[in-house]
């Protein structure tokens, strides 16, 4: 039987074991001197000295739980609607049209509302025709677009695991919370929203950990403003040639995003294993 | 006597299907009633109207006298008990019990006192802390009463809550709604397809049939005094013989079946000579004996070979078919054991007094 675990273990550990091993002993050098090295936290101790990166790590983790719970709230309704309301066919095109945009990939997906929102793109223009703007507003590079952006890219994420979990949901539980005289929001507090949970944390973990860690869609939609995490470690790798530099950064994001992930689960009373099990 | 609960011809389609049509209904105060059909009559339909899930598209339905026309089911005075419970898994069985109390602001000291009273009423004491999937099946459905008698409604309507029950519990459970609803003295309104449930719970009973009543009366009328050919063939076991009336009396017709066999049944409601005609005939109402001279002399006799045995315990029967006409029917084993010893093929006398078994005019529209 373990065999048939095996190409799934040689992908985990050869992929991400051995490289996180390599990340972490990276991490924990500093050069001292041409071609020399030596144990030193001097790389966290930069983090931690210069603003900029402790700045962009704070935002960046700020950006992604608002993008997450913003996903939530845009999420919840539709897979309600696909979960309960949608029938037969229609039930199974909603779901195709969560689909399609996946069917494009990420980059022109983003390239896609860059046409849309740029000073000289569609919606500006429309603006100006409509009269509700004198000149062509400049849309792109705002945290709202690149919010629009990461919310866009997840919103299948979140919908797949609430759809199963509100399939669950028996009906009847809903009518006699109604028969025994709750409304519409004590059903959703103390009904919808309890027996969902272990969807909405799943969904939530997975947007969350694609937002955190998203490179394309903070880039190109909110440009040199964007300020975002992954963007430091791409420098520091690619444009500084600081491999140590990197990856202490990235050993922080995976830190940042596994203590921000469980602090969900605690706070909201959850546990990791039962999450992953049901939904 | 006070009317808890009043249907005033109710009226609900779907598309071109009548689900329920133009019923009416008045329930005593403090009664067990029940709604018997087949499924698909629209009792389900009925009990939603009333529970205010459905709004009917004619007719109106008034709880303690007052009509319920645009009161919505949280604010109506009735509480239901679901087929599958559906009892809040998120939630102890104390929390369960409370939920409606806390929807309407009860403070919570009050509410625990009132769970604890209502839990031990019902046979459950200290099991607020207990989680629902802890329970048994039989507990369930009593937090499912609980929690639905702890609001005090006028009128508790039960959807077919014993349908996913074994048979052993289904048998006890029966006789604990009964003692339930007499001590509480809540009107109950019951929803089954199940005819023993019906007649050994209810004060009285309802038999419905697509969209509409057949007959509403007691259990031992629904029985004993059939009004249609339904209800007779629906309520108990019954055998039926179709054939033409081919001599009619004040009170008795003879009937004559296609193959030649006669049989004489009282007559409910006007038959004419050579009309199409329908008798039940009881199985307990047939006495059987090895010797024609046995059978009591009022007696209409027959003659006829074993065909089956139908072992049941006290409701043991066996299948007779008829010597000349070769039709077939079912007679009930006396419980003395007389005939404990009766072999397959033997030949056996059977009779029945006309006056015990029942006769209708065929309505047109069922076969």
Redesign the interface.
């Known amino acids: 039987m373990l065999l048939l675990l095996a190409p799934a273990m040689v992908w985990l550990v050869g992929l991400i074991v051995l490289p996180h091993v390599d990340l972490a002993v990276l991490s924990l050098r500093a050069r001292v001197a041409p071609r020399v090295y030596e144990v030193s936290l001097s790389q966290y101790r930069t983090f931690i000295d210069e603003p900029l990166y402790w700045h962009t790590f704070v935002r960046t983790a700020a950006m992604s739980i608002l993008a997450t719970v913003c996903t939530l709230l845009i999420a919840f309704p539709s897979a309600w609607y696909i979960a309960k309301i949608a029938r037969g066919r229609a039930k199974s095109l909603l779901f195709v049209l969560c689909l399609i945009p996946f069917w494009v990939s990420e980059t022109v997906r983003t390239l896609g509302w860059m046409i849309l929102l740029r000073e000289s793109g569609v919606l500006p223009r429309l603006l100006v025709d409509l009269g509700i703007t004198a000149a062509p507003i400049e849309m792109l590079y705002h945290d709202a677009t690149i919010l629009v952006g990461l919310v866009y890219t997840s919103l299948l994420f979140m919908v797949v695991p609430l759809v199963g979990v509100l399939e669950s949901l ?1 009906d ?2 809903i ?9 519409g929001w ?1 059903i959703l507090r ?2 919808i929203v ?2 969902a949970a272990p969807g909405i944390a799943a969904g939530s973990i997975v947007v969350f950990m694609l937002t955190v860690g998203n490179y394309l869609t903070p880039t190109l939609l909110g440009g040199k403003n964007s300020l975002w995490f992954t963007e430091q470690i791409y420098t520091q790798f690619i444009t500084r040639f600081n491999w140590e530099q990197g990856a202490a950064f990235g050993f922080l994001l995976l830190v940042l995003s596994t203590a921000i992930v469980w602090a969900g689960l605690a706070l909201t009373g959850q546990r990791f294993g039962d999450v992953m099990r049901r939904s | 006597m006070e009317q808890d609960l009043e249907v005033d011809r109710v009226t609900k389609r779907y598309g071109p299907l009548t689900a329920v049509d133009s019923l009416s209904l008045s329930i005593a105060h403090g009664s067990f009633f029940s709604i018997l059909g087949p499924s698909g009559c629209g009792k389900t339909t009925l009990l939603r109207i009333v529970a205010g899930f459905l709004a009917p598209d004619d007719g109106d339905v008034r709880i303690g006298g007052r009509s319920m026309r645009g009161v919505a089911p949280n604010r109506r005075p009735v509480n239901m008990v679901f087929q599958h419970l559906a009892l809040f898994p998120m939630m102890t069985v104390g929390e369960n019990v409370g939920y409606g109390l806390a929807r309407r602001g009860v403070g919570r000291v009050e509410i625990a006192s009132r769970v604890d009273a209502m839990l031990k009423r019902v046979g459950l004491p200290r099991a607020q802390d207990k989680r629902v999937d802890e329970l048994s099946g039989g507990q369930r459905q009593r937090v499912a009463i609980a929690r639905s008698l702890v609001l005090e409604p006028t009128l508790l309507l039960l959807d077919e809550p014993l349908g996913a029950l074994d048979l052993k519990l289904r048998e006890h459970m029966k006789i604990e709604l009964k003692q339930l609803q007499a001590d509480f003295g809540t009107t109950f309104v019951y929803i089954t397809h199940d005819q023993s449930e019906a007649l050994v719970l209810s004060d009285r009973v309802a038999v419905m049939n697509a969209g509409r009543f057949e007959q509403v009366g007691t259990p031992q009328e629904l029985y004993y005094q059939p009004s249609t050919p339904f209800v007779a063939g629906f309520v108990g076991a019954n055998n039926r013989v179709a054939g033409r009336a081919v001599r009619v009396d004040d009170e008795e017709v003879e009937l004559s079946t296609a193959d030649g066999l006669a049989v004489r049944a009282r007559m409910r409601g006007a038959i004419a000579v050579g009309e199409p005609i329908e008798a039940f005939v009881r199985p307990e109402v047939v006495d059987l004996a090895r010797d024609a001279g046995e059978l009591p002399r009022a007696a209409q006799r027959f003659s006829g070979r074993v065909e089956s045995l139908l072992f049941d315990g006290a409701n043991s029967a066996v299948l007779v078919r008829e010597e000349r006409t070769h039709a077939e029917i079912r007679i009930a084993l006396p419980q003395t054991g007389r005939f404990a010893d009766l072999k397959v093929g033997e030949t056996v006398a059977f009779g029945f007094d006309a006056q015990r078994a029942v006769c209708f005019r065929t309505s047109s529209h069922d076969n």
């Open positions: 028996d009847s539980l009518e006699a919370a109604y028969d025994l005289g709750a409304n004590s103390q009904i309890p027996h």
